[in-house]
């Protein structure tokens, strides 16, 4: 399931009730993002496009899916503005295996951080600049082509 909203979350309750009565399930993994305290960011923002963001990110899940076995997923992303310090992605993975749910984490977060339509600014004091993906992460989903 993919989620993004404005609000915030709480990564424990999530993780907790993602959890719950999984019998069938050896391992759960999960990941969340914070917004980092740098020189001068005061706040993130991010835009998306509600309905095409979720697209995006769903057609990412399916394949995650696909590739690694997962028996369940669940992703929640923020945008709007994110203070320092507050979540901004959780993205939780139920898998058989504990192997199956690290990778399909890992791989998760990959690609919602250079594919996902999200357009991310800091701003602060100083003003407002935007985000680009850096060449790492640019390297980090090009580990997941196949040749």
């Known amino acids: 399931m993919i989620r993004i909203q404005t609000e915030p979350f709480a990564p424990g309750a999530l993780l907790e009730a993602f959890s719950r009565g999984r019998d069938a399930t050896g391992a759960v993994a999960s990941f969340t993002g914070l917004t980092r305290a740098g020189a001068g960011i005061e706040r993130l923002v991010l835009d998306a496009y509600p309905g095409f963001t979720e697209t995006v990110m769903q057609a990412i899940e399916t394949e995650a899916r696909e590739r690694f076995e997962v028996q369940d997923v669940l992703a929640v992303h ?11 992605v959780f993205v939780a993975v139920a898998a058989a295996h504990r192997r199956a749910a690290f990778h399909a984490v890992d791989f998760l977060m990959d690609q919602f951080k250079t594919r996902a339509p999200f357009w991310k600014k800091e701003e602060g004091p100083g003003g407002a600049r935007w985000i680009e993906p850096r060449d790492q992460d640019h390297a980090d989903l090009a580990r997941w082509e196949t040749p």
């Open 78 to 88: 923020r945008w709007g503005p994110i203070g320092v310090g507050e979540p901004i």
